[in-house]
């Protein structure tokens, strides 16, 4: 195991319990420690896994400013919890030293992976540590958890019996899929009927363009050729004109390809397309890990955006409500996604969490950066109320 020269060894008061590994040279041991932790976790998190964070972290960090911590339960004991952290200068634009969970830019949840039933002693470990570790200041700032979910609700817990809180600082609702309907009565009661009308017609419509075909990815079947296709289908579109399609820099197109292979070899990536004879005009990743689902990525042929295939190939996707290892799936999508948002009726809650150290400089700081976004917040409502008002449209 290597330990970063930005997180040195955090000294005496928790040394063996917290480790920072480099993930790129995981002993055996340590490897299948975090795949088992994986199916064991209390919530899961594939972005967190180590098919997707290992490359994650090695592709997408050039810097090696992120570091993977493994909690242990004691020295010498069963790894209990996985989580990528950072150290950051900046807090906003507020120059504050401070340790957060590392995420990048496809990195839709922030949960660590962490054994069910050992959420508390995950957060009183590794915040201990942070607490021991002189390169650790002020906060442990926590992105993307979900709200009252049990990793949550421990970090609650875990920051009273310390003597402070865990301030939420950001909230946002997504888009989720959880019914026990089939997938024609879910279809038929979030979709109003005139949509549902019209969807009709344009499949009919399109059906006349040639044969439409909805495919889904064998187990076993050749990789490859999917992640071309969806690749250069995303790259054709608002993405790719922008600069953000997966296939414009390097260094995502690899860690798309590695995280792909990764999540077919785990039995966990489900691939779906909507064809119109050998064109693919809508392609979605799902990564399925029971008792959950995430839906990573989606891409349509804009030039045939007038017969709205991303929603027909969503239509399809509901299949997921008959798979019983699937109680739900999160959209990963942006707050008020105006397509998924209204095929989806239900509603994943995500919250930003600080929690403060023990040192009282840093407890200071901490209270005094709460008073001013608390400060911040009421002063944005009322200008945000005003412009509602003057703008009603």
């Not at 054994?115 to 442990?140: H, N, P, Y």
């Not at 050998?278 to 990743?285: D, G, K, Y």
Request: charged fraction near 25%.
């Amino acid at each position: 195991m290597t330990v970063h020269p930005a997180f040195p060894a955090a000294g005496p008061a928790a040394p063996l319990a917290v480790r920072v590994v480099d993930p790129l040279s995981l002993s055996d041991e340590l490897a299948a420690a975090w795949d088992a932790l994986a199916a064991d976790a209390s919530e899961p998190n594939p972005f967190a896994e180590r098919w997707c964070l290992q490359s994650a972290l090695h592709l997408l960090d050039p810097e090696r400013q992120a570091r993977l911590v493994m909690v242990r339960d004691g020295e010498g004991g069963a790894v209990i919890g996985v989580m990528p952290l950072a150290p950051a200068l900046h807090y906003g634009r507020l120059p504050l030293r401070h340790v957060a969970g590392w995420a990048h830019p496809n990195h839709f949840h922030g949960a660590p992976l962490v054994r069910a039933g050992f959420e508390s002693l995950f957060w009183s470990i590794l915040l201990g540590w942070c607490d021991a570790a002189t390169w650790a200041k002020t906060l442990v700032h926590i992105p993307r958890l979900t709200e009252d979910g049990p990793l949550h609700r421990a970090l609650i817990e875990v920051a009273h019996m310390r003597g402070g809180d865990a301030e939420v600082v950001h909230r946002e609702e997504r888009a989720l899929l959880e019914s026990d309907l089939s997938p024609d009565a879910y279809w038929d009661a979030a979709v109003r009927a005139k949509k549902r009308k019209e969807l009709r017609r344009q499949a009919n419509r399109l059906a006349e363009e040639g044969a439409i075909v909805i495919r889904r990815r064998q187990a076993g079947e050749a990789l490859d050729p999917w992640l071309d296709a969806f690749l250069a289908l995303e790259a054709r579109g608002w993405k790719g004109r922008a600069g953000s399609a997966l296939a414009s820099h390097g260094d995502t197109e690899a860690w798309f390809r590695a995280i792909s292979a990764g999540a077919a070899e785990a039995g966990k990536l489900d691939m779906r397309a909507l064809y119109l004879g050998e064109r693919p005009l809508a392609m979605l990743i799902n990564f399925l890990c029971p008792p959950g689902g995430f839906s990573f990525k989606t891409a349509f042929d804009e030039e045939y955006a007038r017969f709205s295939p991303g929603v027909l190939l969503q239509q399809a996707n509901l299949d997921l409500l008959g798979d019983d290892r699937i109680d739900w799936v999160d959209s990963c999508a942006a707050p008020g996604h105006p397509m998924i948002d209204s095929i989806w009726r239900e509603r994943r809650r995500l919250v930003w969490v600080n929690v403060p150290l023990s040192a009282a400089g840093d407890r200071w700081r901490f209270h005094a950066l709460a008073r001013a976004e608390k400060l911040w917040r009421r002063w944005k409502r009322p200008a945000a109320k005003v412009g509602q008002e003057q703008d009603p449209s």
